[in-house]
């Protein structure tokens, strides 16, 4: 079976501090994790996955196997960054089919 | 982006009727998925296809059924809707190595 875990429903920070939104997993073969972003209920848009190691609007996020972890971190948080996020996962099922798994997300408030 | 189009973006019906939500694409990609998100519960997965008559259950099948009889369209149907199924369902595509992409949603309500 495959798990997501954000253990954190609301995060609230001011601008320019730093934020880390936690992911922790479950999945016995090798994952594939993403983060997705959703603002004010708009469809979800993909914002970082694990095997590009890109950085996108200056979130990074590294894939720690031992802790079975997908953090999310930005240095310096800005007002537009506020929304809802979510860690999800991507496995297969039985062996044969994929399936994305979701965390239950963190709505990210960033105040002035 | 793949096109990837839900229909209706809005519903409102009556409880016990059925109701039927169409996802589209149009770039051929084998797995779709339907989502429900809730406030609490995040999005969870309902139904999926891996290819055309191909489908299997997510976490949350009960009350629902999907067909795919195409490649380019996934239908989920609430076979008789109930209020608990008041939710706003995400349509999505695995599009290999680009990850998966997300419809824009259908807001639906069951009164």
């Known amino acids: 079976a495959q798990r997501v875990t954000q253990p954190e429903k609301l995060l609230s920070v001011f601008k320019g501090a730093p934020v880390e939104l936690k992911c922790n997993y479950s999945?016995?073969?090798?994952?594939?994790l993403f983060w997705y972003v959703q603002y004010s209920r708009q469809r979800l848009q993909l914002l970082l996955r694990h095997i590009s190691r890109e950085s996108i609007k200056g979130f990074t996020a590294d894939l720690n196997k031992g802790e079975t972890s997908f953090h999310l971190k930005k240095p310096f948080a800005q007002e537009e960054d506020s929304a809802m996020y979510y860690c999800?996962?991507?496995?297969?099922?039985?062996?044969?089919?994929?399936?994305?798994?979701f965390g239950k997300g963190t709505l990210l408030t960033v105040n002035p | 982006d793949a096109g990837i189009t839900q229909s209706p973006r809005h519903k409102v019906t009556e409880t016990g009727t059925p109701v039927t939500l169409r996802c589209h694409q149009t770039?051929?990609?084998?797995?779709m998925y339907w989502y429900r998100q809730d406030p609490g519960h995040g999005l969870r997965l309902i139904h999926y296809?891996?290819?055309?008559?191909?489908?299997d259950k997510g976490e949350v099948s009960d009350g629902y059924s999907v067909s795919r009889s195409k490649t380019e369209d996934f239908l989920l149907t609430l076979e008789s809707a109930t209020s608990s199924q008041t939710s706003v369902y995400f349509c999505a595509i695995m599009q290999g190595g680009s990850g998966y992409t997300f419809g824009s949603g259908t807001r639906l309500t069951v009164v």
């Open positions: 999945y016995s073969g090798s994952p594939e």
């Open positions: 770039e051929n990609h084998r797995y």
């Open positions: 296809s891996y290819g055309v008559k191909d489908t």
């Open positions: 999800a996962l991507s496995g297969l099922t039985g062996g044969s089919n994929y399936k994305l798994t």
